[in-house]
């Protein structure tokens, strides 16, 4: 076997044809030629293993090129079916075999390995041993689709150009309509297509930025904030790995003792959103909002259609119109059944009416939400959402201890199908470490176990402040009432016999639970949002204050507080303010990972307890979030969308402050500085404004006289807190950085190589002459891969360069590491 | 049961996704066509038991290319689907003049498309 890889060349076919090759036929390379003139030109030029020729090639036909006299590889040729007598000289042009159209395809891969002697990818079936065939082919889709989103990525991420080209325009006061078109449609293309690759949020961002362009409404400075931003948080958006679902991955619980090999949970599907309205327009833009966001949706426009979506498959929540028919019976009987089936399916109803009757009637029905008409699409669906994340919140979880591994299983599979996520110990002296790494919502305890007993492990949670209230439930063989009362006694909640019956151990385990749960969600959550509250928040930093002693992690703490927020509530009304606020708090919940904490402490201001992160990390997060917030206007019926922006600090522990109070004060004096500096940014402690003695000193200076990308650059550093000054004059720039008593010194100086009067090169020179580089580092902005100038930028002492045109996220990353340096 | 599809998209990554999808999800047989006059010819040719159609195009776009499907004798008993990132009323009112089986919304999700497309055309999951 040769070891270069074989060469496949398919001419005349579509381009489907070549790509289902290049999958089938592992190892092979496949290429294309549309025509017979190009079939001719790509077998003179390289050695092939193998030629696809259609009969039909447009360009002269097949003969033109199998007569062409290149030195014919095998070659299959694909004929129209009925089209005449077999010809008796094919074999003498080189052809091997013959198919006919329709191609059978499989019939082609078999062949074509055959001939390549490679291994054919095709037909599971004939691999024993393989996959269950549906996961084995979702695994597998999945995989190709990952493989497909390498190839695109590229080509794909290019069109957001198209958007920055707009914003800049725009910026300058000079789009036209052809720039606008073009973005137009870039963005259309986008919306629909990066949400297949695991992009939804890309999706939606795209079809906001194609709104936003559509019609012909001029635009104005606002608009060109507002695209830039969205291109921003686009190519941010695809530059992460791509996630099949927006739901935040399932946090992954180090279980204190599962058993090794142990499959992991299958991949969930997303979640199933039912919308049920005789309006199919509105029921097809909310689908289409909810696709966007990670869930499928499916539409039914009455009762009758509704049960049939319900009966093929159980959607995870329902939105139904309460006017669907006159007398409503059919509508709510629908509701009540919904309700009423475990598992309950959690039904929003949206309604013109809101007679109080009405919502009664609802909650009594079950409905767990109640939305009035007329309603943007988005709103319904952060109500949705909303919903389904009270649903996987709900999941309790309980740590079981005993020594006895049959019992851990047996607990184990008897909790687990009714909904509580089980944690197991065998090793009772690591029941330290498990309770703090589990959390768990309950424990179960056995009595008896070796070196320590489930009553003393019992004692030590109860005189500790953050076990005191968790439920403790005991496991024991002994049930003599001496025993009975000793457990209750060291602060037990109750006690199932061994060898236990499933019924009674699940119902005992459950209703603790839901006592928990029930409590928990009228005590630790902010009724408006549903994050944590105060005194919640409080409990969870402690923990991982704690927890990032232990392990020798940075922790750190951000206050966020939405600017300008009473003027949303005088202009707009206090019940769009709270929709401002849950959107923020959604927002943020699906920016920060599980191990975080997110809080309301009431008013407008949120705090979030970042785990493992420090304060410059923290504050690069805040600030992306910051950056979707302020692309994602909040849309209000019949009115301009809401922008929102909000200001944070961020305080690091121990550096910041040795405990929890410490911190808050210095985050929240830090609020106060990002405020006093113009809001709408995000500041780590200690962060000094622009000192006014006799040398200005900023992080970054701008040197560019492309008004548009300054000032770009200056409001996407503003917002990372960075101090930046601007100037679009190389003399002036060098002027004031150089001399025995500098007017200005700057960190890191962003400079561009084409400048009026002085360029680039000459202030370089001039900053090195007077040893300057030795505390600034110049990053020179160069167009497009001019190889020599960047060589020359760098033996002149440029820390580094970036080419035109570059994406901001990529350079903020530069600024990042030459601040750093 | 073997089906064979016919996609109809200008974008590479979308046809070749759905393609993936379609015949691995589904095990169909799927023909790509990147343009309207594509697809008429290949519709033509070979058959398909359905057509997935983009709306954006540039030349013929979906709603033309699904006319012309209608009005040539051999394809009009195809079912077409159209696939669109957008649903406008005017689009919506368009489309109904053009008896299409069904609209799918862009983007779609790969693990469902071949759902979809089965639940439109009411075709044994």
Redesign the interface.
């Known amino acids: 076997m040769s070891s270069a890889p074989p060469r496949v060349l398919v001419a005349g076919f579509p381009d489907g044809v070549a790509s289902f090759l290049a999958r089938q036929l592992r190892g092979a390379t496949v290429e294309t030629a549309a025509d017979a003139g190009a079939a001719c030109a790509e077998l003179a030029r390289g050695e092939w293993s193998l030629l696809l020729l259609d009969g039909e090639i447009p360009g002269g036909g097949a003969d033109g090129v199998l007569r062409a006299g290149a030195p014919a590889p095998p070659t299959f040729l694909c004929l129209p079916r009925g089209g005449g007598a077999p010809r008796a000289d094919l074999q003498a042009l080189g052809v091997t075999r013959t198919f006919f159209h329709p191609l059978d395809r499989q019939a082609l891969v078999r062949e074509a390995a055959a001939v390549l002697g490679t291994p054919s990818a095709s037909r599971p079936a004939a691999e024993p041993g393989a996959h269950p065939a549906a996961e084995g082919k979702a695994d597998a889709l999945a995989d190709a689709v990952r493989q497909a989103w390498e190839r695109f990525r590229g080509p794909v991420t290019a069109r957001v150009d198209a958007i920055e080209a707009a914003a800049i325009a725009l910026l300058e006061g000079g789009l036209d309509e052809e720039t606008r078109r073009h973005a137009e449609r870039e963005a259309h293309k986008l919306a629909g297509s990066v949400g297949t690759f695991g992009f939804a949020q890309g999706s939606r961002l795209a079809r906001e930025v194609e709104t936003l362009l559509q019609g012909s409404a001029p635009l104005g400075q606002a608009e060109a904030l507002r695209l830039s931003d969205a291109a921003v948080a686009l190519r941010r958006e695809l530059a992460r790995p791509p996630s099949p679902s927006t739901a935040p991955p399932p946090r992954a619980r180090p279980a204190a003792e599962r058993p090794e090999g142990e499959p992991a949970a299958p991949p969930r599907p997303l979640p199933l959103l039912l919308v049920v309205d005789a309006d199919a327009e509105l029921a097809e833009r909310i689908a289409m909002e909810a696709s966007g966001r990670g869930m499928r949706a499916r539409v039914a426009v009455d009762v009758a259609g509704a049960r049939v979506a319900v009966a093929e498959e159980r959607p995870a929540a329902v939105l139904l119109d309460l006017a669907l028919d006159r007398e409503d019976t059919g509508t709510l009987a629908l509701l009540a059944d919904l309700s009423s089936h475990a598992p309950r399916v959690p039904v929003l109803v949206l309604t013109a009416r809101s007679s109080f009757a009405d919502r009664v009637e609802v909650a009594r029905m079950g409905g767990v939400g109640f939305l009035q008409k007329p309603v943007a699409p988005a709103t319904v669906v952060d109500a949705v959402e909303g919903v389904l994340q009270r649903g996987r919140q709900g999941r309790a979880s309980v740590l079981a201890v005993d020594d006895d591994p049959l019992i851990l299983h047996a607990v184990e599979t008897l909790l687990t199908p009714a909904g509580v996520e089980v944690h197991t110990l065998g090793d009772p002296l690591r029941f330290w470490e498990a309770l703090e790494e589990a959390c768990p919502d309950a424990v179960l305890l056995d009595i008896d176990m070796p070196r320590v007993s489930g009553i003393e492990l019992c004692r030590v949670m109860r005189n500790d402040t953050r076990w005191s209230a968790t439920p403790v439930i005991f496991l024991t063989a002994r049930t003599e009432a001496e025993t009975v009362q000793r457990v209750f006694a060291e602060g037990a909640d109750d006690y199932v016999a061994k060898p236990f019956v499933g019924p009674e151990l699940v119902t005992r385990v459950t209703n603790r639970l839901e006592r928990v749960q029930l409590h928990r969600a009228l005590a630790d959550s902010d009724p408006l949002t549903g994050v944590a509250n105060r005194r919640r928040s409080d409990e969870l930093m402690a923990q991982l204050v704690h927890l990032a002693v232990r392990n020798r992690q940075p922790f750190s703490l951000a206050l966020l507080d939405l600017d300008h927020f009473k003027q949303v509530n005088d202009r707009h009304g206090h019940a769009v303010g709270d929709e401002v606020l849950r959107r923020v708090a959604r927002l943020l919940e699906r920016a920060f990972r599980a191990e975080d904490v997110v809080a309301r402490w009431g008013g407008e201001e949120f705090v979030v307890g970042m785990y493992g992160m420090d304060k410059d990390d923290g504050v690069q997060r805040m600030a992306d979030l910051l950056e979707q917030v302020r692309a994602e206007p909040f849309d209000l019926p019949g009115a301009e969308p809401l922008r929102v922006t909000f200001s944070a600090g961020i305080a690091q522990f121990p550096v910041d402050g040795a405990d929890l109070q410490a911190l808050y004060r210095v985050a929240d004096a830090t609020l106060y500085q990002a405020k006093e500096a113009g809001r709408d940014r995000v500041l780590p402690a200690g962060w000094t404004a622009e000192r006014p003695d006799a040398a200005e000193q900023v992080d970054v200076l701008v040197v560019e006289d492309d008004h548009a990308l300054a000032r770009l650059l200056l409001h996407a550093l503003e917002t990372r807190g960075y101090g930046a000054r601007w100037m679009e004059d190389g003399r002036e720039a060098a002027d004031a950085l150089t001399g025995s008593r500098p007017r200005l010194r700057a960190r890191v100086v962003l400079l561009d190589v084409d400048l009026p009067g002085m360029d680039g090169h000459a202030v370089l020179r001039a900053l090195a002459r007077d040893r300057v580089l030795e505390r600034t580092n110049v990053i020179v902005l160069t167009v497009r891969a001019h190889e020599a100038e960047v060589v020359q930028a760098l033996e002149e002492g440029a820390f580094d360069h970036v080419s035109k045109p570059f994406s901001v996220p990529i350079l903020l990353q530069r600024i990042r590491r030459a601040m750093k340096m | 049961m073997s089906r064979?599809i016919l996609?109809v998209d200008d974008?590479?990554?979308?046809?070749?996704?759905a393609?993936?999808?379609l015949?691995?999800?589904a095990g169909w047989?799927?023909?790509?066509?990147?343009s309207g006059e594509?697809g008429l010819r290949?519709a033509a040719?070979?058959?398909p038991d359905a057509i997935l159609l983009d709306v954006?195009m540039p030349g013929m776009d979906g709603p033309a290319t699904a006319l012309r499907l209608r009005a040539d004798p051999e394809t009009a008993g195809i079912p077409v689907i159209l696939?669109?990132?957008?649903?406008q009323?005017a689009d919506?009112r368009r489309f109904e003049g053009l008896a299409v089986a069904g609209v799918l919304?862009?983007?779609?999700?790969?693990?469902?498309l071949a759902n979809q497309v089965s639940s439109t055309l009411g075709w044994p999951g």
């Open positions: 064979r996609i974008e590479d990554d979308i046809r070749e996704v393609q993936m999808s015949e691995m999800v047989e799927v023909i790509a066509a990147g594509e290949l040719r070979h058959r954006m696939l669109t990132a957008k649903v009323p919506r919304a862009k983007p779609f999700d790969p693990m469902e």
